[in-house]
């Protein structure tokens, strides 16, 4: 089987970022990646990456343009509508704000949709409310 290892963003203030999802989530970095131009945090097995604009030239990709609408979308799993509903408080105090008000899905997941300080879309989801 094949299994996600690392989803990434790329940012101008890629540390600033970094600790931003670092502190709303508690994640713990694998400083043996830490370098000039990139930060991981675990989550679970999957590392949450955040590179510096040079790591585009560096991987042979192209940055994305102002205006291209969202590309990603990061999905957090909370343990339980509170643990959901904290974050989302604690997000609006570090610079997040809000896409969509918490809500119930129509496959039964209360979820918030919100952005990081860089604009990134994130969804915040309790699969058991």
């Not at 990456?49 to 590309?71: H, I």
């Not at 119930?104 to 969804?123: K, S």
Request: aromatic content about 12%.
């Amino acid at each position: 089987m094949n299994l996600l290892m690392q989803v990434s963003l790329f940012s101008e203030d890629f540390i600033t970022l970094s600790e931003f999802y670092r502190d709303l989530f508690d994640l713990t970095e694998n400083e043996s990646l830490r370098s000039d131009v990139f930060r991981g945090y675990m989550s679970g097995d999957v590392m949450v990456g955040f590179s510096a604009l040079a790591a585009y030239e560096m991987l042979g990709l192209e940055p994305r343009k102002a205006g291209e609408g969202d590309q990603t979308a990061f999905t957090f799993q909370c343990e339980s509508k509170e643990a959901l509903d904290a974050i989302v408080d604690k997000a609006k105090g570090m610079g997040g704000t809000m896409v969509q008000e918490q809500f119930m899905t129509y496959y039964h997941w209360y979820m918030a949709v919100m952005r990081d300080p860089d604009g990134n879309a994130i969804r915040l989801a309790c699969t058991t409310p």
